[in-house]
Nanobody, 123 residues
Framework: QVQLVESGGGLVQAGGSLRLSCAAS????????MGWFRQGPGKEREFVAA????????YYADSVKGRFTISRDNAKNTGYLQMNSLKPEDTAVYYC????????????????WGQGTQVTVSS
């Protein structure tokens, strides 16, 4: 079992920044890929970014490329999502998830999920 706990959400003005954290515990996390997804009001859950824990290879959705950065701290077993130049359309509940294998962009192929953290961007 893997447990994931997100933190760092909040209210920010457009153009501002937030950093989300996802603390992983349980089994050795190095064999997993960590992903971030979000679900805005009235929208489906969508892929944001993912990172291969062992080698640090990253994936990004086009909508966040150049603004968001995913990273991880192996020693702390914690992943991060640095979000810059935030826009009102980034408002959503953000979830981190863990995947042993599969396509990084497909939420249904993730095995474990955190509880989510709210990000609200005001205009």
């Amino acid at each position: 079992q893997v447990q994931l706990v997100e933190s760092g959400g909040g209210l920010v003005q457009a153009g501002g920044s937030l950093r989300l954290s996802c603390a992983a515990s349980g089994r050795t996390f190095s064999s997993y890929r960590m992903g971030w997804f979000r679900q805005g009001p009235g929208k489906e859950r969508e892929f944001v970014a993912a990172i291969v824990w062992t080698i640090g290879f990253t994936y990004y959705a086009d909508s966040v490329k150049g603004r968001f950065t995913i990273s991880r701290d192996n020693a702390k077993n914690t992943g991060y999502l640095q979000m810059n130049s935030l826009k009102p359309e980034d408002t959503a509940v953000y979830y981190c998830a863990a995947q042993r294998s599969g396509v990084a962009q497909r939420s249904m192929e993730y095995d474990y999920w955190g509880q989510g953290t709210q990000v609200t961007v005001s205009s």
